[in-house]
């Protein structure tokens, strides 16, 4: 999301390509877009720019498998809080999860998990 941001090409050209396709973004995702911005115009360009997208919030059944979840993946992957909120937001979804971040979300049984290599810094 921070590439599209950014208007990276190769990520603009990544979401285009899935147009006809459910496109969900867990409320975490916001949340750590909007950590990143250091001033009032960048937290408004931010909010502009997701409103073009559906936001999830975690279900409770969500925030269920949250604990059992993330006790077991912490250890497994050290994978953080939010990660395992925004993988349970995306299992409840029934969506797949689009992710460079591919080691840690694995630890997250039901995700699917897809490699998404136009979003990180291996298409630079």
């Not at 208007?7 to 459910?22: I, K, M």
């Not at 115009?41 to 993330?70: N, Q």
């Amino acid at each position: 999301m921070v590439d599209l941001l950014r208007g990276f090409p190769p990520a603009v050209a990544w979401v285009e390509s899935l147009r006809h396709e459910r496109f969900l973004l867990p409320g975490y995702v916001v949340r750590e877009l909007i950590q990143g911005c250091s001033n009032r115009r960048e937290t408004h360009r931010v909010l502009k720019f997701i409103s073009a997208y559906r936001i999830a919030w975690p279900s409770m059944g969500d925030y269920s498998r949250t604990l059992a979840d993330f006790a077991l993946a912490r250890v497994q992957r050290k994978i953080g809080i939010l990660d395992v909120l925004i993988g349970e937001c995306t299992v409840g979804s029934g969506l797949p999860i689009h992710t460079l971040n591919v080691r840690h979300f694995t630890a997250i049984p039901g995700l699917r998990v897809t490699l998404s290599l136009c979003l990180g810094r291996l298409c630079r």
